[in-house]
């Protein structure tokens, strides 16, 4: 069983920066890439940004320059740096995980339960 814990998020004025956490825990898992993805209202879940096991980070167009995704993977651990938000940011957030278990090989994405962003003008 993998359990994905959010934390951060909130509401902030534009330009302002925000920090969310995500770590994943689950016995006889390891885990491949890691990432976070957004939903906003009346639109489709996006990548945000993602990174690999061995550091190779990938980013949406629309958050390059601005997020920083980073991970730990001595703790399963990943984070979202957002600076310079903007209001067409505001979604809920949701972390991502590619899991593995070591025994069966059976691979599938897991997700945490979503945190919300808003941005105010």
């Known amino acids: 069983q993998v359990q994905l814990m959010e934390s951060g998020g909130g509401l902030v004025q534009a330009g302002g920066s925000l920090r969310l956490s995500c770590a994943a825990s689950g016995s006889f898992f390891r885990f491949g890439d890691m990432g976070w993805y957004r939903q906003a209202p009346g639109k489709q879940r996006e990548l945000v940004a993602s990174v690999a096991p061995g550091g190779v980070t990938n980013y949406a167009d629309s958050v390059k320059g601005r997020f920083t995704i980073s991970r730990d993977s001595a703790k399963n651990t990943v984070d979202l740096q957002m600076n310079s938000l903007k209001p067409e940011d505001t979604a809920v957030y949701y972390c991502?995980?590619?899991?593995?278990?070591?025994?069966?090989?059976?691979?599938?994405?897991?997700w945490g339960q979503g945190t919300q962003v808003t941005i105010s003008s």
């Open positions: 991502n995980a590619r899991g593995m278990q070591r025994y069966s090989g059976s691979i599938r994405d897991y």
